[in-house]
């Protein structure tokens, strides 16, 4: 692999696993330690790795997200269930809101097959795979196209989501935790997440519980501002009792 190559694994692999160590990415890419090294301490300088003994975690403080592609591979159990019980929450002849993101994909699975919906949403891959669904109403909410993440954003898909009355959004996140709230390294997303905050009757978040304890430049909003929350139920201990505590309806799914 070439310099790129190797510190995109190094940052897809953190994605996953949070930490490794150095000498398991030597074996992993069968390169020396010295080259191992070079390649942290150049995502380190990009923000997005900490160096910690013998080896590297994933930095809190996200500047970047994975595409589509890679992200749709992490955490797959955990994002199908999630998905599976999110859509249990929708009625029939509710509009639905589903967020661009993999976890989001994953009810759109479950909702393509009812009856008597109207889905909206920004992603593209979800579109694709609703689009052979006939008895479904389906809306995209156009905007500029963020091709990374397969999905759109920007004034243009706000303006159309303050044309609707949507009955259920399922919001999707890289990070979130009590400090930070729900949060993003894009500044583009922000507005249209505060949208949907504001036009819809009840608001979920959907998130697997890797992305708990991370947050972004750009805050969405306080965890208090959301109706519910459904993750797995792999958060520490002292997580799910500070939770359960809040106003908010918590699910911790079992996976």
């Known amino acids: 692999m070439i310099p790129s190559e190797r510190r995109d694994f190094i940052y897809r692999y953190l994605h996953e696993y949070q930490t490794v160590?150095?000498?398991?990415?030597v074996e992993l890419m069968n390169v020396s330690h010295m080259t191992v090294r070079?390649?942290?301490?150049?995502?380190?300088?990009?923000?997005?790795?900490?160096?910690?003994?013998?080896?590297?975690?994933?930095?809190?403080?996200?500047?970047?997200?994975?595409?589509?592609?890679?992200k749709a591979r992490l955490h797959y159990q955990s994002k199908r269930e999630i998905g599976r019980f999110a859509a249990s929450l929708v009625e029939d002849g509710q509009v639905v809101y589903l967020d661009a993101g993999t976890t989001t994909f994953e009810i759109a699975r479950v909702l393509g097959e009812r009856f008597n919906?109207?889905?909206?949403?920004?992603?593209?891959?979800?579109?694709q795979y609703l689009i052979n669904k006939p008895q479904l109403n389906l809306f995209h909410t156009g905007g500029k196209v963020d091709k990374r993440n397969h999905s759109s954003a920007g004034?243009?898909?706000?303006?159309?989501?303050?044309?609707?009355?949507?009955?259920?959004?399922?919001?999707?996140?890289?990070?979130?935790?009590?400090?930070?709230?729900?949060s993003t390294p894009h500044e583009e997303k922000v507005l249209l997440k505060?949208?949907?905050?504001?036009?819809?009757?009840?608001?979920i978040l959907v998130s697997d519980s890797s992305k708990f304890g991370k947050y972004g430049m750009f805050r969405v909003c306080a965890l208090e501002q959301l109706d519910d929350i459904i993750c797995d139920n792999h958060l520490p201990e002292n997580i799910i009792k500070k939770l359960k505590e809040t106003n908010i309806n918590f699910y911790p799914i079992d996976v």
């Open 194 to 203: 505060q949208t949907l905050l504001e036009i819809s009757r009840r608001s």
């Open 155 to 182: 004034n243009i898909a706000v303006m159309m989501l303050k044309s609707l009355n949507i009955d259920v959004a399922f919001m999707s996140t890289s990070s979130w935790d009590f400090e930070h709230g729900v």
């Open 117 to 127: 919906l109207t889905i909206v949403t920004n992603d593209f891959s979800i579109v």
């Open 38 to 70: 070079r390649d942290i301490s150049a995502l380190e300088e990009e923000g997005k790795v900490i160096s910690i003994s013998g080896g590297v975690r994933l930095n809190n403080a996200l500047h970047q997200e994975l595409p589509w592609n890679e």
């Open 21 to 25: 160590s150095i000498s398991s990415l």
